[in-house]
């Protein structure tokens, strides 16, 4: 069952930013940092739908500028670069993925107390706050920030789990489940992400910040940030392929990204559509549930775009995308672009597979991640300082 909290279909996804652009200029800034509880939304809950680029972050940025304009929009547009930053630092650096999973998958291996995990997940530690956020993500597949950097530094730093076991636990449930975002914002509470900074989560601020529903006992008091081998420099992004030119083709959407209206505006010369779920990808019951059904929704708008007939399939297998390249008679597959991640190895997996026999698979950026991504460079900071004039380049602002 798909949690009615985030209904995965585009029409859903833009209801929600209608009924919340009133709400993302002042009432945001002032609100944000506040977890009212499942109940109380006091920020967008735009996330799924920004994850799976039900919508995109271009769309929301844009809306939100016109109804606030610049200086009222501030914080929330910067909520959403933190986003894209996050997902240019991991595309810069790839091998901060493949080092989390080598890590988590170790640590899985030579569990030393596996009853401690247990009783974090299960919210079963007696920590006041941490143990309700455990069984609220577990049951909703989704936690306030504030919440999340709690839960993050309570597991890091009073329960010394590893972190990358809580990222894991993060992931298995999300219903927003990202890589970048999840994986460098645990990194960033750990101290990881900006060496030697941590996130201290403290009674007073949960008290504070939840309206006093939680005041947590017996909470590390300091935090000491962990240590890794030198993070690899900042790579090249891969080029981002054109589709210009008619040549017939198969469009492949996948998880990543299910708004291909507006990354390949034209008609153009797709002949068929297949919408893969990629489950394989999909570790958590709630962000299967909500891609699940965003496919259907996701085909049904591409085939009505482009006169094209589309299907729905559970993986990205080479034998099922052959298949329907061959029943349309194309040699040519263009897919939006991956971003680092299980459905970006599935793709490369697919591309190698159909290479051998003969068929070409293009991957397609975005303006908005060509534009920004490549400045993530270093913090978020001079990021930000960037971002502005990229954005208004993009939106025409
Ligand atoms: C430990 C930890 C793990 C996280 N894991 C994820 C994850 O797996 N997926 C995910 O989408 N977000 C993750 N975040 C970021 C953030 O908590 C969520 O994006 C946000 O809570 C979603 O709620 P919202 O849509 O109401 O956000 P709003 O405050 O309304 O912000 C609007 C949008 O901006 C983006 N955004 C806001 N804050 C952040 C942030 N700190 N980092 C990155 N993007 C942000 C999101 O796309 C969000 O939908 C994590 C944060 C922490 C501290």
Redesign the pocket.
């Given at each position: 069952m798909v949690d009615l909290e985030f209904p995965p279909t585009r029409a859903a996804a833009l209801d929600r930013l209608a009924a919340f652009l009133p709400e993302a200029g002042a009432r945001y800034e002032a609100m944000?940092n506040t977890d009212g509880g499942p109940a109380r939304a006091t920020?967008?809950?735009?996330?799924p739908f920004?994850?799976h680029r039900l919508l995109t972050e271009q769309e929301v940025v844009e809306r939100v500028l016109q109804s606030h304009g610049r200086a009222a929009s501030a914080k929330?547009v910067q909520?959403?670069l933190?986003?894209t930053y996050?997902k240019g630092w991991l595309e810069l650096r790839p091998a901060v993925w493949s080092r989390f999973v080598a890590a988590r998958d170790e640590h899985l291996r030579s569990l030393r107390d596996p009853r401690a995990l247990r009783e974090a997940e299960e919210g079963r530690t007696g920590i006041e706050g941490f143990d309700d956020w455990a069984r609220e993500l577990v049951a909703h597949g989704y936690l306030?920030?504030h919440a999340?950097?709690w839960f993050?530094s309570i597991w890091i730093f009073t329960l010394r789990l590893p972190w990358e076991l809580g990222a894991d636990f993060?992931l298995r449930h999300?219903v927003?489940?990202?890589p970048a975002?999840?994986t460098l914002?645990?990194r960033w509470?750990a101290g990881l992400q900006t060496a030697g900074k941590t996130y201290l989560a403290t009674a007073e601020n949960i008290a504070r910040f939840t309206n006093g529903r939680f005041s947590p006992h017996g909470l590390a008091c300091e935090a000491t940030a962990l240590t890794e081998p030198p993070v690899p420099a900042a790579g090249k992004l891969p080029l981002s392929e054109s589709v210009q030119g008619d040549a017939p083709a198969l469009l492949l959407v996948t998880p990543e990204d299910m708004n291909p209206e507006s990354l390949f505006a034209s008609p153009g010369s797709f002949r068929a559509v297949v919408v893969a779920r990629e489950e394989p990808s999909l570790r958590g019951a709630h962000a299967r549930a909500f891609v699940g059904e965003a496919v259907a929704d996701t085909a049904a708008r591409a085939a009505a775009r482009y006169g094209a007939p589309a299907t729905c399939v559970a993986s990205l297998d080479a034998e099922t995308i052959l298949r329907a390249a061959s029943a349309a008679s194309v040699r040519r597959v263009v897919t939006p672009y991956a971003p680092v991640g299980p459905v970006a190895d599935a793709v490369s997996a697919l591309e190698a597979a159909l290479a051998r026999e003969g068929i070409a698979l293009a991957r397609v950026r975005r303006r908005w991640d060509d534009a920004l991504w490549p400045h993530a460079l270093r913090g978020f900071f001079p990021f930000r300082e960037k971002a502005p004039s990229l954005v208004a380049g993009l939106i025409g602002r």
């Open positions: 944000r920020t967008s809950r735009l996330s920004l994850r929330f909520e959403v933190w986003r996050w306030h920030n999340r950097m993050a993060f999300l927003d489940a990202d975002s999840n914002s645990w509470v």
